[in-house]
């Protein structure tokens, strides 16, 4: 038995998937990226008129990706302290991977789940960072 659940607060999904998935005491979030709910807009980046990035930063993109995955978890009656294990997705883990570790640290002090941070291509938007987390409820 399980339970879709969807955050008023977190952007919009960009296909045909929930926010979060609840089975049993467990919930599982989707990919969870730094857009903002309502708007297109992605934070610190820059994109030319073909909707390439030009410029990004991944300071801004991981302090909202973050406020993204706490929507989440609180909307579906969970906390960031119950996350357990969280996957990372960069798209540039040379350039990105110290900036991303330092503030994840930040983030991740008192609740240290299992995590995997791995480079990927792309993204389905012109994001460089999405998490997929799992976590009790």
């Avoid at 926010?19 to 969870?32: C, D, E, I, Q, T």
């Avoid at 406020?67 to 906390?79: D, M, P, Q």
């Avoid at 990372?88 to 570790?101: C, E, G």
Wanted: proline share 6%; net charge negative; charged share 20%.
């Amino acid at each position: 038995m399980s339970e879709v659940l969807n955050s008023q607060r977190a952007p919009e999904p960009v296909g045909l998937y929930p926010h979060a998935r609840r089975v049993g005491n467990l919930l599982f979030l989707s990919g969870v990226g730094p857009r903002q709910r309502g708007t297109r807009d992605i934070p610190g980046v820059t994109l030319d008129d073909q909707g390439n990035i030009t410029t990004y930063d991944i300071e801004a993109q991981c302090h909202s990706v973050f406020t993204n995955v706490r929507h989440i978890l609180e909307e579906a009656g969970s906390s960031w302290d119950n996350l357990v294990d969280v996957t990372v997705f960069l798209t540039n883990m040379h350039a990105d991977f110290t900036t991303y570790n330092r503030i994840y640290a930040e983030y991740f002090k008192d609740n240290q789940p299992c995590r995997t941070t791995v480079e990927i291509n792309r993204l389905p938007t012109p994001i460089a960072i999405e998490l997929k987390c799992i976590a009790t409820i």
